[in-house]
């Protein structure tokens, strides 16, 4: 069955970091260009960053770009993404997704605080 599973979210202070994963299983992962999603409450689910399915080409939200890098590696079916100087307003779930599918995870939170 397909799955997406996300880790690595939690608490951390302004101007910290995290590494965010994600984890598939039961399609062919190396396929798709992966995205990262994120959503705040009463918010609309925004777009984070992007990267192709070799990997070659990434692109980010204005919001996030210079404090973000989305990395994957195929042989372990994962993608990442690697965010610094972290804002209250990245305060967030967390979603990955394989672009042209409905394959989403069930998100993981990151909440920036002072």
């Known amino acids: 069955q397909v799955q997406l599973v996300e880790s690595g979210g939690g608490l951390v202070q302004v101007g910290g970091s995290l590494r965010l994963s994600c984890a598939a299983s039961?399609?062919?992962?190396?396929?798709?260009?992966m995205r990262w999603y994120r959503q705040a409450p009463g918010k609309e689910r925004e777009l984070v960053a992007h990267i192709s399915s070799t990997g070659d080409f990434t692109n980010y939200a204005d919001s996030v770009k210079g404090r973000c890098t989305i990395s994957r590696d195929n042989a372990k079916n994962t993608v990442s993404l690697r965010m610094s100087g972290l804002k209250p307003e990245d305060t967030a779930v967390y979603y990955c997704?394989?672009?042209?599918?409905?394959?989403w995870g069930q998100g993981t939170q990151v909440t920036v605080s002072s």
């Open positions: 039961g399609f062919d992962f190396s396929r798709y260009p």
């Open positions: 997704m394989a672009l042209g599918s409905h394959y």
